[in-house]
C-alpha cells in the first residue's frame, strides 16, 4: 500500500498533473522523524485539543476532564466503521445504502474523469436522480479500516540480540512477513504500520471496494467559492462535498455503520469529534531540520511552484479543452503554494522557532549524557546537505510529469526485481511491489498534451536549477531545447493506453519503438543516482538519527502522546470556536446570508468571477433560509488527509463535513498554535438545504435521514 | 482655536473622560514635525494616492493623469462650503435647510449628553419627527472654513534681517497681529495656520454655529455593530451616522452649498474625494524618533490605557448609571488601544523602519554639507530625553482628569495673565487665551463620580511610574492612598457647576473652600515645572530642529507635495477598492446581507451581544433589500479627524460618510502603505435604506432628495 497522499495537498491532486509531487514531497522531508512537540516536554500543561489521537489510544480522562465527555468503545467503533478512506483524503458512510460523504475537492478527480466538454459536471454539478444514474468511476478505489493488530511484541523480538543494523533488517523483515500472513489469513489490504517511530508496530487490514460511483456534485463555483484567494482562509463561503456510492456485486453496499444526521442543532462552543487520514506532520523535526525548512527547503518549494504554475496557465492558454484539463493540476498548485505560504508564515514567525529551540534544550537536558545527543548534530548535518541537494529535485520527481513516472517504473519493475528485495529502490521491495504494480496499471485517463506540457516545465527547472552544463542536463536535452526534448519524448508513445501498457509490462516488442520508454531509459539512471544520493546522505540519516531521537522520546514518554500524522485513521476533537485575527474576533458559524454578501460585494465580473454565483443559486435564493449556518470553524488538529472527514457531534451524529483550515492553521504543520489554528467544515444543515432547495436532490435528503 | 482633537482618538471622546489625553499626545510627540516622507526623495515614484491636500494645491495633473478627471474651482468651492468642522471630526450639509451628517461616534458626546437614562438615545436611537421635536444640544460648535488668506509675504517680512530667534518671534508677533486684525474686519473665527512647518502661513476664517440640534441618530448598537472587536477592522457593517440641523435666529439654517444624492450608483474600481480635517500625522519623523515611538513611546501609553480601561470598568462596575456614563470614555479608551496596536505593528512591520532610514540617508546625500544635517542628531538626543522623561506624563496630563485640568486652568488665567505674553505656558499667550477662556466656560455637564473615579486612578499612575517616593507624588498623596486622596479633592467642589465656576473665574471668595481648587494649588507648581522641562528638554528641540529639517525639505520640494496634516480642510482621493489580507482579497463592499450573516453566525449572547441586532432591525429585515451596499472600503488617505467626512463621487455628489480605517491603516500615521491601507464608509444607500425601513424618517430621506 502506497503512504496515503495528503488531502489538497502538494502532492496530491487529483488524476492528473501535481500528483508527480507526491514522490517529491516525501524525499524532501523525512516522513519518519514522527513525534509531537508536545511530547518534549512532560513538564509543560498539555495544549488544549492537540493531537492525531489513534483509536486505541485516546486521551479519554483528559476529554473528561476538560468536556465532561468522552466517547464510548460503541460509538468509537461504529465511527471507526463509517470512516472511509480516499486517496489523498477521508470520507464516511452517511446511509445504510452505502452513500459516501467527502469534500468535493476530494472526489473532484473522479468527477472530472467522468466529465466531458459537452458533460462538464464540474461546472454544472451533477445529481444522479435515480440510481441508475450513477456513474460508476473506473480506476477509483475506497478502503474501510475493519481490522487492527499491534504486532509490535512479535517485530521487536525479531531484533533482539541483533547489531543495530541487522536488528532493523529483522524488524522489517519480520513486519513484512506478517503483513503477508495476515493478508493471506483475512483477504483484506494489509498495511504493515510504524507508529511512535519504532515504538509501536501495527497491522491496518482494509476492506477495498472498487466500484464506486458518483451520485450527487454541486457546481464548482460554489464548491470552491472565492477559489484560489479564499482557499485556506476562513470566514468562508464552501459547499465542498461530493456524494458517492459503494456498489459491491452491482448492488449498494451495506456497510456497518453510518453516520446518521445530527438531532440537535450545533452551536458555538460545542465539543466535535473529527476522524480521518492526517497526513505527515513535521512537529517532531529538530530545530536545526525547521531553520532548513524556512530558509531553504520551503522557499525552494514555493519558487518550483510558480514554475509549475506558469507552465500550466501556458498549457491552458492554448484552448477551452487544455484549459479545462488543467483546472485540477492549477489548483493543486494553488493551493500548494498558498500552503507552503502559510508554513514559512508560521516558521517564520517571531519566537516560535527559539520555542522550539528552547523545548530542544529542555529534553536534551533530561536526556542527560545519552549518546542520543548526538544524533541532533548528525541530523543538522543531513539537513545542510539536503539544501545542498534541492537543485537535484526535478531528476529525484520524474521531472514532474507523472507519465514520464510511470514509465520509469516499467523500466524498473524490469531491472529492480531481479535484485535482492533488500538491494532495490523502496517502491519495489517485496512488500511495495504489488501496491507498485497497481499504480502503474491504474487505468484512469491520461491527457498527454498536458502531461508533455508537464516534461517540458520539468527539463526547463532541471536546467535552471542544475545549469545548463550539468551532464545529466546535457544527457536529456541532447542540444535541444526542453520543449523540443519533450516533444520527442511524446511523439510516438503508447504509454497513455491501458493496454498497450500491459503489453510492455509483459515486454512486448512495441517497447522498443515507443519514444517515452527511449527517454526514460536516459532519464532512469540519471534519477537512480540523485535518488540513491539523496537516500544515502540526507533520508537515511534523518531516518537513523530521528529514529533514535523517537526511541529516547517514547522510553520517556510512552502513549501519553499522540504519535504524529501516518495517513491513518485518528481521531482529533475540540469546541466550535472563533478566533482572533484580522484586528477582531472572527465569527464560529458563517450563513447563507454570508454567501451572499460576497457575491454581491465584490459582484460578478471581479477577480474572473471568483466570487460569483451559478444562475439557479440566483433564481431559488428566496427558498432558502438564509440564517441556516453554511461553513463553521472549530478547534480541532486537523491537517491535509482530513479533507472529506465526518465531524461529529458528542452521540456520533455527522453535525459537518472537514474541508479546510484557516491561514493560521498551515503553521501547524510545523507548531500547532491552538489560539488560532482552527479546522473549517461545511454545516450539515447547509447541505441538506443546498440539496433540497438548489439541486432537486430531496430523494439525497430522504436517504440520509433514513427514510 | 484650540488644536482640533483626532476623530475617534485617544485624546478625544466626546464630552467627558479621556478628552484629559487630548493634551496628553500632544506633548508626547511633536505635532510640529510636519512634512510626508513622500517629499523625501523626488526620484522615487509618487505612492498611489498618498497626500493631505489642501484645497488650493491639489495634484490636479496627477488626477488628470491617472483618473482622466480633476475637480474644478466649482466642485471645490461647493465641497469646502458643504464641509463642517466639528470636534475632533468632520460633518458635511446634506440639505438646503442646514442638515449636517457626520458619525454616530462624532456626534456621540452629544447624543449622550441629551440623553437621560430614562430617555437612552444612545441606546434607543433617536428621530425628530418634525423639526420642534430637534433637541437642542447646548455647548455645541460647528464651524464652516468661508475664507483663506496665505499671509506668507507679510509674515516672512517681519521677520527678515533678524537673528533667527528674533525672527521667529517676529513671524508669530506678526501672524497673530494678522489674525487679529482679519477677526475683527470679518467678524469670523480665525485661526493662524502655519504650513509646511513655516513655508506658509495663512489665517482661516470660519463662520461659527452655536445652535445645533440633534436630528437623528441609529441605535449605537448597530452604529457600531461589532464594538470594541470590530473597530478599525474590515469587513465591517458598521451604521455609524447621526444627523444634526444648524440653526441660526431660530430657524434653519440655509448653507451656501450642501450635498446632493448620488445620481449613480457607485461602484468597486470608482474615483471618489474625502473632503475633512485630519489631524496629526507623524510621517516627517526621523528614523530616530520612530525607534523611540516604537520602543517606548507607544508601548508605555498602551500600558497606560490598559490602567485606565481597568479604572473605567470598575467605576462602570458600580451601577447602571455609572455604567452609562462611563461608556463613551470606555470606547474612546479601547479605541486608542486598538490604534496604537495599530501604529505599533506598523512601526514594527519588518522593514518599515529601514524603509524610513534609507530615505532619510537619501536625503541627508542630497543636502551634502548642509548644516542642518546636525539636526538630526539633536532629535535624536531629544527622543531620548522624550523616553527618559514617560514617568512624568500624569503631571502633565492633569492626571487624567479633565475636571482637575479645568481648575488648572482657572488657576493660570489667574497667574498667567500676570506675566508678559511670551513668557506664558502656550496656552495663554494673548492668541490663544480666549479659546482657552470658552474651554473653561464650556457648559457640557461635568460628571464627578467620573471625574473623581479618574482622579484616583491617574495618582495611582503617578504613584507606580514615578515611585512612592517621588517628592510630587508625597506631596500629592500626603500619606493617604490614590483614591483617599482623590476623594478629598472631590469632597466639596463646586467645578462641576457652570454658575460658580464663572464666579470664581471673577475671584468669589467660595474659591478658598473648594476642595479641588486647593488639591489643584498642591498639584499646579508639580505640573508646571514638568510641562516646562519636557517643553524645554524635547518640545522646544523638537520643534526647532524638525523646523529646520523642514525648511530644507521645503526648499527641495515646495508645494510639490502635501504638508502633514493640521486638523484644517484637506481633500484625499482613490478609488473604491478591496485589498489583500487574511490570506484572501478583502471585498470592496458589505451588504446588509453580511449584517445579518455576522449577527446569526455570532448569536446575540457572544461577547456581551457585540454582534447583536436590536429588536426592530430583525422585525424589520424582510422590508430590506439585503444586497443594497452598507459599509465599503477605498484608498483614500485619512487620518483621525477624518471622521464624519462626506465620500464623494466625481460629480461632488454624496456616496458615502467616512466613519474609519482598516487595521492595517492605522500605520499610516506614520508611514503611508497604499497596497493594504483603507478607508471606510457607510454607503449612503443603506442610510437611505435605514433610514426609511428600520427609523421610519421618510421625511428625512425627502429632504436628502430636496423634496
Not at 160 to 169: F, V, Y
Not at 376 to 405: M, V, Y
Not at 419 to 441: C, F, I, Q, V
Request: aromatic letters at 8%; hydrophobic letters at 40%; one cysteine or more.
Amino acid at each position: 500500500m502506497p503512504p496515503p497522499a495528503q488531502g489538497k495537498s502538494p502532492w496530491a491532486g487529483g488524476g492528473t498533473g501535481i500528483t508527480c509531487y507526491e514522490v517529491s514531497l516525501e524525499s524532501f522531508v523525512s516522513k519518519r522523524t514522527l513525534l509531537p512537540l508536545l511530547a518534549l516536554l512532560l513538564a509543560l500543561p498539555v495544549r488544549a485539543d492537540e493531537g492525531l489521537w489513534t483509536f486505541d489510544n485516546l486521551p479519554l480522562d483528559r476529554m473528561k476532564a476538560k468536556y465532561g465527555f468522552a466517547p464510548d468503545a460503541a460509538l468509537l467503533k461504529r465511527l471507526q466503521a463509517a470512516t472511509v478512506r480516499f486517496s489523498g483524503g477521508t470520507g464516511s458512510f452517511v446511509s445504510r445504502d452505502g452513500l459516501v460523504l467527502t469534500n468535493h475537492h476530494v472526489g473532484r478527480g473522479a468527477i472530472q474523469q467522468v466529465s466531458t466538454a459537452e458533460k462538464d459536471y464540474i461546472r454544472n454539478g451533477f445529481v444522479a436522480a435515480t440510481r441508475a444514474q450513477e456513474i460508476p468511476v473506473s480506476g477509483m478505489e475506497l478502503m474501510v479500516l475493519t481490522a487492527t493488530r499491534n504486532v509490535t511484541t512479535e517485530v521487536l523480538a525479531a531484533g533482539k540480540g541483533l547489531a543495530e543494523a541487522e536488528a532493523a533488517k529483522a524488524r522489517r523483515n519480520a513486519l513484512s512477513g506478517l503483513q503477508k500472513a495476515e493478508e493471506e489469513r483475512t483477504g483484506l489490504t494489509v498495511q504493515p504500520l510504524t507508529l511512535y517511530r519504532g515504538g509501536q508496530y501495527w497491522l491496518y487490514g482494509y476492506r477495498k471496494f472498487t466500484d464506486v460511483r458518483l451520485v450527487a456534485a454541486p457546481e464548482m463555483k460554489v464548491a470552491s467559492f472565492g477559489g484560489d484567494w479564499d482557499n485556506f482562509t476562513y470566514p468562508r463561503f464552501d459547499m465542498d462535498f461530493s456524494l458517492f456510492r459503494i456498489y459491491v456485486d452491482g448492488k449498494p453496499y451495506r456497510p456497518e455503520a453510518w453516520l446518521p444526521q445530527a438531532t440537535t442543532p450545533l452551536a458555538n462552543g460545542n465539543l466535535v469529534m473529527v476522524s480521518g487520514h492526517p497526513g505527515t506532520t513535521f512537529r517532531q523535526e529538530t530545530a536545526a531540520q525547521m531553520a532548513i525548512a524556512r530558509d531553504a527547503i520551503w522557499p525552494g518549494r514555493i519558487a518550483a511552484y510558480l514554475r509549475r504554475r506558469a507552465a500550466l496557465a501556458a498549457f491552458a492558454a492554448t484552448g477551452p479543452e487544455a484549459k479545462r484539463l488543467a483546472t485540477t493540476a492549477r489548483y493543486g498548485v494553488e493551493n500548494a503554494i498558498k500552503r507552503a505560504e502559510g508554513m514559512l508564515m508560521g516558521l517564520r514567525k517571531p519566537g516560535n522557532l527559539e520555542k522550539v529551540a528552547r523545548e530542544e534544550q529542555a529534553l536534551k537536558a533530561r536526556l542527560g549524557g545519552d549518546p542520543v545527543l548526538a544524533s541532533w548534530d548528525r541530523i543538522a548535518e543531513a539537513a545542510q546537505r539536503q539544501k545542498t541537494l534541492l537543485p537535484e529535485a526535478p531528476l529525484r520527481e520524474n521531472l514532474g510529469c507523472a507519465l514520464l513516472g510511470r514509465t520509469v517504473t516499467l523500466l524498473r519493475l524490469g531491472t529492480e526485481t531481479r535484485l535482492p528485495s533488500e538491494k532495490r529502490l523502496p517502491e519495489y521491495t517485496e512488500g511495495a511491489l504489488k501496491a507498485t504494480r497497481d499504480r502503474y496499471g491504474n487505468s484512469a485517463p491520461v491527457h498527454l498534451d498536458l502531461e508533455q506540457a508537464q516534461l517540458a516545465a520539468g527539463l526547463r527547472e532541471a536546467q535552471e536549477l542544475l545549469g545548463a552544463g550539468h551532464p545529466a542536463v546535457q544527457a536529456l536535452l541532447a542540444g535541444r531545447t526542453p520543449e523540443a526534448a519533450a516533444q520527442a519524448a511524446f511523439q510516438a508513445t503508447g504509454m497513455a493506453d491501458p493496454v498497450k501498457r500491459a503489453s510492455y509490462l509483459a515486454g512486448g516488442p512495441a517497447l522498443d519503438q515507443d519514444s517515452l520508454v527511449a527517454f526514460a531509459r536516459v532519464f532512469e539512471p540519471l534519477a537512480r543516482a540523485a535518488q540513491l544520493r539523496y537516500q544515502e546522505q540526507v533520508q537515511n540519516v534523518l531516518d537513523e538519527h530521528g529514529g533514535r531521537i523517537a526511541e529516547a522520546r517514547f522510553r520517556l514518554l510512552g502513549t501519553s502522546v499522540y504519535p504524529d500524522g501516518t495517513g491513518t485513521l485518528r481521531l482529533t476533537y475540540g469546541p466550535v470556536a472563533g478566533y482572533p485575527a484580522n484586528g477582531t474576533l472572527i465569527q464560529p458559524f458563517t450563513t447563507f446570508y454570508g454567501l451572499f454578501d460576497r457575491a454581491a460585494g465584490w459582484g460578478p465580473e471581479a477577480e474572473d468571477g471568483a466570487w460569483s454565483l451559478p444562475k439557479r443559486w440566483h433564481e431559488r435564493r428566496s427558498s432558502l433560509d438564509l440564517a441556516t449556518p453554511y461553513d463553521f470553524a472549530y478547534a480541532c488538529d486537523t491537517v491535509g488527509g482530513n479533507s472529506g472527514s465526518p465531524v461529529v457531534n458528542v452521540r456520533g451524529e455527522l453535525v459537518g463535513l472537514n474541508f479546510d483550515s484557516n491561514i493560521e492553521a498551515q503553521a501547524g504543520y510545523y507548531i500547532y498554535d491552538g489560539t488560532s489554528k482552527r479546522s473549517i467544515a461545511v454545516d450539515a444543515r447547509a447541505i441538506r438545504q443546498v440539496l433540497t432547495k438548489i439541486m432537486d436532490a430531496r430523494h439525497l435528503v430522504d436517504e440520509l435521514d433514513g427514510r
